[in-house]
């Protein structure tokens, strides 16, 4: 494109018809040019076509390429259809042939021929410059996104010359667009939108061919967003901007939401539209959160333009409605689950402000135009399935609740309904989700007032008032129902709780004292509130939303309605009479007294007066009190007269205060003179005893404690406190910088060390300095001055240096110096807060240097704190790039040069804080290395997005401290002497290490500092600097193989593992599972970014190379099967990984097939887990490596391979009752197939009618869907979001049993202890340690469930009763020390622990099956005794009345006492 630069003249433009008179004009003056020559050939010529080619010459010479564009048009439509011998008579352009090709086209192809290019890019190129010019604006000027009126009309012209070009076939819509995309800027929106009207270039044209989707999707973005904001020319700017966004959403939408018959063939379309309108969105609803702010004005009304498309009128029948239904209900997904931030503690107390009428109207207005295509009843059942899938943000959902009710009413209906389903699913399962969600619903509805829904106190008497309400059959319902209420007292609005406490639930009286312990809960709050019941007005209205009036203006409100009532009926009402003898405690001191307040009384009686008279009849209003009333109206109205006084407050001295002020000034003006020194000293404890009057120690209870225990998350302090320290920190920041005025830090004096010494005396005002030193430094940092980051970082410097003084700080995690909490909480994760950190260390490591500047290393060591050394060796060769290079010679200027010199910035000051030679000295030590975890760990901080380093430069960097600084560095400094095994090794450790600390010790962060772990880190980064380096480990591993040296001792990454793993395991806490649960996932995460074929290696034995997996099978059977999302389960990443590496690896084998059919029989054997994560997701996993198979090798899949494939169409055969002969040999693999099939099946098959279709010699293949359905059976028990539900599993097991009727192979499953059961003992390397622990809960479960006659044939298994008896000593075991398990998906910890009413359940039906078992069950004597020693002395009796029954008979006997 920069030739065609070059060719233009800044020219006035000329028509080129007025240009061709004016050449001929001045060809007769001058016949020796060009020009004349050819205009005298044209006179010559009668031929037409001469004429054309001499004034395309002339063009050639005299006319600009991008001006002829926009000059060259069609003629109108007359000559267009006119022939040969039409004229107009005039010499104007329509007097020039059109036959033939175009002028326009005639010259571009000469200019091509000339330029050795095509003409289809010539005229690419051309129109794309006209565009961009037409795209600038002025400077000064912000970006448009319409075209002025003039840069219209040229567009105009630009359409028509383009459409001529294509006409010709001289221009190239594909080249055209890539033209575009490598333009300085993206085009203006409305040349886009010319471009896609006129059908030159469509829009869907335009993004596909642009392969950078992000920037794309940015320029739309902003451009959408500035469409919205800017309405243009207000005679036509706002039609043509309407125009532009009704044409772009309905693309938008029509390419996000395609059905599928109608998928383009445009690939990246789809979700290039869907990031968009998800983007739009997501302002949209970022305006609305702002809607508050005078700021966001301008963006709420743009924000309201785009919500125009979701009216249903913009599309004009160009989308389908169930397209429009697909975008409605993605979008309204997307509100509800926008930012959600909230919890649900907030959500409580917050919710009264989220009303229909309290919520922004643009939202409300959104919500209703969402509603338009859909009934109440799918809406309401879309709701319940965001919040039963979803996190969910909590504002919008009620407001969401409140627009639905208020605008369709149908709705409240369905609500009820979805309210009823809440509770009824909460107390079946006891399930506190659905116990929050039908109370915040609940609320949100009766905010909308009596017609929209009933109030609150209504709702809760009707749930939660009688017998039969949802907690009334059973005491556990109960507990539930109170237990749930009680957690919600800390969060709750004073109104609810006292609904809870006045309308309390249905309570038997039997469990009176359970309700009574949560009255005095919710009391006590109330009280914490200062809100009393005692004090409730009588009319007061127990659901009202907005907070309860003062109990004397409630009470005053209470009378004036009494009064209203008593007017109306004529009689005392019946809420005073009941307050009266009921409530006399506010009856008599708040609504008697506020009846009976003192005023002059009228002449005739008022109703006031009437209604004291009639409750003075009844008795109401004692005889002393109403004639204290009557003396006090009367001398009322002498008071009227009367002035009223007025008392006069008086501030309180603040005398201290002005002492300490001048007592830190004189002690400025003593250590700024040189000759009263001498006097520092005095001075600083004068400024101890005025400090001592202002913050008082005199309790002594701080020197007791060994340490202060500080908030370093929100440091706060009081007004007077924050002034007492200001004043001090100001003192010593200008102490110091008048003794840097004429001498260096070394040369100060002690006065700072005094001054620190004379704070540290101070216990509770050290602390108070502290919390505000942690508020300057930590969480102001960035906005502090050059002056102010040198006092502060020289203070801490004097703290360390009176390290043994200062206490050591409790931050609630552990306890700490104060500098290497200052060090913690130091930030490097971003720009802003790199540069202040950087700053901050530069002052304190240079003014710690300066203090012994000619003093030995180990002297030194007192006054740097290695901590902040340690951020300095980080940072300075991460944001100064010379600081990578070693520098020949040592710097030897004085450090305090660094400071002092005012024309230093801080990068020339780190720079020269990094050669001083003391500075190297340090470096050495080994407590001052910053070793490559250390580097690693920090790095891992750094938020990519706002990182001082561009993507490159922080990629260069990387590989600098990796490979030059770390790699090849020895160990005594940190690095890992070449060794890319131990480097690997570092990198893993460091990321694991980083990721427990975010998750666990963020408590230690600022808040708005702690970073999102995976996402808001540079972790992607270092895991590509770990796959750079394990990708050059497998080639060193390939060439080793090759080479016939491998010494294989199992791969790095495993043994890691299972020293990490063995770490974690040394206690078996709660805690501990917590982290190996964390552990583990970060684990996986790190393994299947790696690449696949480190889970196998390949190992040369004979000549031949083969591949071994033993390594990744114990980390499946020792630590993944605790951590499955499933039981028996792995994830799908991991488990695609493994396979992708297995095919993959195969290929270094002689015979690929083979070794894969090798590998998956070793996996039957060995690692059954991995079988069963494939037969689960083998729809999913069968196209991948299918393709990646054919990929790899022209040979027909591995035989193993197809076994799998034959079984999924095996299984889906038996689940339609057709079954043929099994695929494969394993009955293991065949009954994962067909279990997980049955569960993924939509229709309600039984299991039962499935197994009765397949053979009957499937015995193994029974029993192994029995283990299956048992897991599931054990996972429902533990938590309720398994695939199958309880009652579903049950089922499926009792199918199962009734199929293993004849056989005894059923009760193998359940001997978990027993050893040598093949082939079915190796299904424990699968499960779960806690479910195997839970067998007993299964076992007790499922048989008493079955019926009588298939109890009696299992019963008559001789082993049965032993195991039996086995189970419930497990049951027992388990009532007696509870099992921690988690309850949800979130690993949130929960104690689980067997009900006494399932203990008691396996008793009676143990003691049924000691009672009913056949005599031979009874045969193994010893065994039976050995597995009844721990049972309870019901059982045991039982059991021992059975093994004796000849002696039985002594039980009818008469007892002999003597």
Same mark, same amino acid.
């Given at each position: ?642 002035g009223v006084s007025v008392e006069m407050k008086s501030d309180k001295p603040r005398e201290p205060l002005c002492l300490l002020k001048a007592g830190l000034n004189e002690l400025t003006h003593l250590i700024s003179d040189q000759d009263k020194v001498e006097d520092v000293s005095a001075q600083i404890a ?277 490979? +030059? !600084?770390? /790699?090849? #560095? ?10 890319? =095994?131990?480097?690997? *090794?570092? $990198? ?88 190996? +649960? !964390?552990? /583990?996932? #970060? ?10 074929? =480190?889970?196998?290696? *390949?190992? $040369? ?358």
């Open positions: 494109m920069s030739y065609l630069k070059k060719k233009k003249k800044k020219k006035k433009k000329v028509p080129v018809a007025e240009m061709l008179v004016r050449l001929s004009v001045r060809n007769f003056k001058n016949k020796k040019s060009k020009a004349a020559r050819l205009v005298k050939k044209r006179h010559q010529s009668e031929n037409e076509q001469d004429l054309q080619e001499a004034a395309i010459q002339l063009l050639n010479h005299h006319q600009n390429l991008g001006d002829l564009l926009l000059e060259v048009s069609p003629p109108p439509p007359k000559v267009l259809c006119s022939k040969e011998g039409s004229n107009c008579g005039k010499p104007e352009v329509q007097t020039l042939p059109v036959n033939g090709d175009s002028i326009l086209v005639s010259a571009l192809q000469r200019q091509a021929s000339k330029l050795g290019v095509p003409v289809s890019v010539l005229s690419a190129r051309t129109i794309v410059e006209r565009i961009w010019e037409l795209s600038m604006v002025p400077e000064g000027t912000s970006r448009s996104v319409l075209l002025t009126t003039e840069k219209r009309d040229k567009m105009a012209c630009l359409i028509l010359s383009s459409k001529n070009l294509l006409s010709h076939n001289a221009f190239s819509r594909l080249l055209f667009c890539k033209e575009i995309w490598k333009a300085e800027k993206p085009p203006v929106l409305e040349v886009v939108w010319h471009l896609h009207k006129e059908s030159i270039v469509s829009l869907e044209e335009l993004l596909e061919s642009n392969s950078k989707s992000a920037a794309e999707i940015d320029w739309l973005h902003n451009d959408l967003r500035l469409l919205c904001s800017d309405p243009g020319d207000p005679t036509q700017g706002s039609e043509v901007c309407w125009q532009i966004f009704s044409d772009f959403v309905t693309v938008l939408v029509r390419n996000a939401f395609q059905e599928s018959q109608e998928l383009s063939k445009l690939k990246r379309i789809p979700q290039v539209c869907f990031t968009v309108l998800d983007a739009m969105l997501s302002w949209v609803l970022g305006a609305v959160s702002n809607d508050k702010q005078e700021q966001e004005s301008l963006r709420v009304k743009a924000a309201t333009f785009w919500s125009h498309g979701f009216d249903v009128s913009v599309y004009r029948g160009a989308i389908s409605v169930g397209t429009l239904k697909q975008f409605f209900i993605h979008t309204l997904t997307q509100i509800l689950t926008y930012e959600p931030q909230l919890k649900v503690s907030d959500a409580i107390g917050m919710q009264s402000e989220w009303s229909f009428a309290k919520t922004c109207p643009l939202l409300t207005s959104l919500y209703r135009k969402l509603f338009v295509l859909f009934t109440a009843e799918e809406l309401m059942a879309h709701l319940q399935q965001v919040l039963e899938t979803h996190e969910v943000n909590w504002q919008n959902v009620l407001s969401c609740v409140s627009t639905l009710l208020v605008c369709q009413v149908q709705a409240q209906q369905k609500l009820k309904d979805l309210l009823t389903h809440l509770l009824t699913s909460a107390f079946e399962v006891y399930e506190l989700e659905s116990m929050i969600t039908a109370f915040l619903l609940a609320r949100q509805a009766s905010l909308e007032g009596p017609a929209v829904f009933i109030s609150y106190s209504e709702w809760f008497k009707i749930s939660f008032g009688n017998a039969s309400s949802y907690h009334g059959n059973s005491k556990k319902s109960l507990v539930f129902l109170l237990k749930f209420l009680s957690d919600l007292v800390p969060f709750e609005p004073p109104q609810y709780l006292k609904v809870h406490v006045l309308h309390p639930p249905y309570v038997p009286t039997k469990y009176r004292p359970l309700l009574l312990e949560y009255v005095s809960l919710a009391k006590t709050r109330l009280a914490d509130l200062k809100v009393s019941i005692e004090e409730m007005g009588l009319y007061e209205d127990l659901s009202a939303v907005e907070a309860a009036a003062q109990p004397q203006c409630q009470a005053e409100q209470d009378v004036e309605k009494a009064i209203v009532l008593f007017v109306n009926m004529r009689r005392i009402p019946a809420s005073v009479m009941e307050a009266s003898i009921f409530r006399r405690p506010y009856y008599m001191s708040r609504f008697l007294p506020a009846l009976l307040s003192p005023r002059v009384l009228p002449d005739k009686p008022d109703s006031q007066m009437t209604f004291i008279e009639s409750l003075k009849k009844a008795d109401k209003i004692p005889a002393s009190l109403y004639s204290t009333y009557i003396q006090a109206c009367q001398k009322e109205k002498q008071r009227q007269l009367e004068l400024v101890s005893e005025v400090l001592k009057s202002i913050i008082n120690d005199s309790s002594g209870d701080l020197f007791k404690e060994p340490s202060i225990k500080l908030n370093v998350v929100a440091p706060k302090l009081e007004p007077l406190e924050t002034e007492v320290t200001d004043l001090i920190m100001k003192s010593f920041c200008q102490n110091l910088l008048e003794s840097s005025k004429n001498n260096p830090p070394n040369r100060h004096g002690n006065w700072a060390s005094l001054y620190v010494k004379m704070l540290c005396g101070h216990r509770l005002l050290l602390k108070i300095v502290l919390t505000r030193l942690l508020q300057l430094t930590c969480h102001q940092g960035p906005s502090l001055s050059g002056v102010h980051i040198l006092g502060l970082s020289a203070f801490v410097i004097d703290l360390h240096e009176s390290e043994r003084m200062v206490p050591l700080v409790d931050t609630g995690v552990h306890l700490v110096s104060f500098t290497e909490c200052v060090t913690q909480l130091l930030t490097c994760s971003t720009e802003e807060s790199m540069t202040f950190c950087l700053r901050f260390c530069i002052a304190a490591v240079s003014y710690g240097l300066c203090k012994l500047e000619t003093g030995s290393v180990e002297e030194m060591q007192a006054y740097v704190p290695h901590g902040i050394f340690k951020k300095l060796q980080y940072l300075i060769p991460r944001l100064a790039a010379e600081a990578r290079v070693e520098s020949v010679e040592d710097g030897a200027e004085s450090v305090w040069s660094i400071l002092s010199d005012p024309c230093l910035s801080w990068k020339s000051s780190a720079l020269a804080l990094w050669r001083h030679y003391n500075f190297r000295k340090l470096a050495k030590l080994a407590e001052f290395k910053l070793t490559f975890k250390d580097w690693v760990m920090a790095e891992l901080d750094v938020q990519p997005g706002r990182d001082a380093l561009s993507e490159s430069e922080r990629q260069e960097y990387q590989h600098w401290a990796c490979y +030059q !600084q770390y /790699l090849q #560095a020895c160990p005594d400094v940190g690095g890992c002497a070449g060794d890319l =095994v131990t480097a690997c *090794t570092v $990198l893993i450790n460091a990321i694991l290490d980083h990721s427990q600390r975010s998750k666990t010790v963020n408590s230690m962060q600022p808040l708005g500092s702690v970073l999102c772990w995976y996402s808001n880190t540079c972790y992607t980064d270092i895991i590509c600097r770990l796959q750079e380096m394990v990708f050059d480990l497998e080639l060193m591993q390939a060439r080793a193989v090759a080479a016939g040296a491998l010494h294989e001792d199992g791969h790095f990454l495993f043994r890691l593992i299972r020293e990490r793993f063995s770490k974690i395991q040394i206690n078996q806490s709660l805690s501990s599972q917590l982290v190996q +649960q !964390q552990e /583990l996932h #970060a684990i996986t995460r790190i393994i299947t970014s790696l690449p696949p074929s =480190v889970l196998l290696r *390949t190992n $040369l034995e004979k000549k031949k190379i083969s591949l071994k997996c033993e390594d990744f099978f114990h980390f499946v059977n020792a630590e993944q099967k605790n951590g499955c999302f499933r039981a028996c389960v792995l994830p799908y990443d991991l488990t695609v990984h493994f396979f992708r590496g297995l095919l993959s690896s195969s290929i270094a084998c002689k015979k690929p097939s083979h070794a894969v059919n090798a590998v998956f029989t070793e996996c039957y054997l060995k690692c059954p887990l991995l079988m069963s994560s494939a037969g689960f997701w083998w729809p999913k996993l069968e196209p991948v490596l299918w393709s990646q198979w054919s990929r790899l090798i022209e040979e027909p899949v591995p035989a193993e391979l197809q076994k799998m494939s034959d079984c999924q169409i095996w299984a889906r055969s038996a689940l339609c009752g057709k079954a043929g002969s099994p695929p494969s040999d394993s009955p293991f693999v065949l009954a994962a197939f067909l279990y997980f099939s049955f569960l993924r099946q939509s229709s309600n098959i039984n299991i039962g009618a499935v197994l009765g279709g397949i053979d009957e010699d499937c015995e193994q293949l029974l029993v192994f869907l029995l283990f299956f359905s048992v897991v599931d059976l054990i996972s429902s028990k533990l938590h309720h979001t398994e695939t199958m539900d309880l009652l579903r599993a049950k089922e499926c097991c009792i199918d199962i049993v009734k199929h293993l009727e004849d056989t005894g192979n059923l009760i193998i499953l359940f001997h978990v202890q027993e050893k040598g059961q093949s082939p079915y003992q190796l299904l424990y390397t699968m499960m779960p340690d806690l479910q195997i622990e839970l067998m007993p809960l299964a076992f007790y479960c499922l048989f008493p469930s079955l019926d009588q006659n298939l109890l009696s044939s299992v019963m008559k298994r001789q082993d049965f009763l032993h195991v039996a008896l086995q189970m419930y000593s497990g049951m027992v075991k388990l009532f007696l020390d509870g099992v921690d398990v988690s309850t949800s998906r979130d690993k949130q910890p929960s104690s689980k622990q067997v009900d006494s009413a399932e203990l008691m359940g396996a008793q009676q039906f143990l003691l049924q099956v000691i009672s009913q078992c056949p005599q031979e069950s009874f045969a193994y004597r010893k065994q039976l005794e050995d597995a009844c020693a721990d049972l309870d002395p019901e059982v045991k009796a039982a059991l021992t009345f059975r093994l004796n029954p000849i002696d039985n008979d002594s039980l009818y006997e008469e007892p002999d006492f003597l």
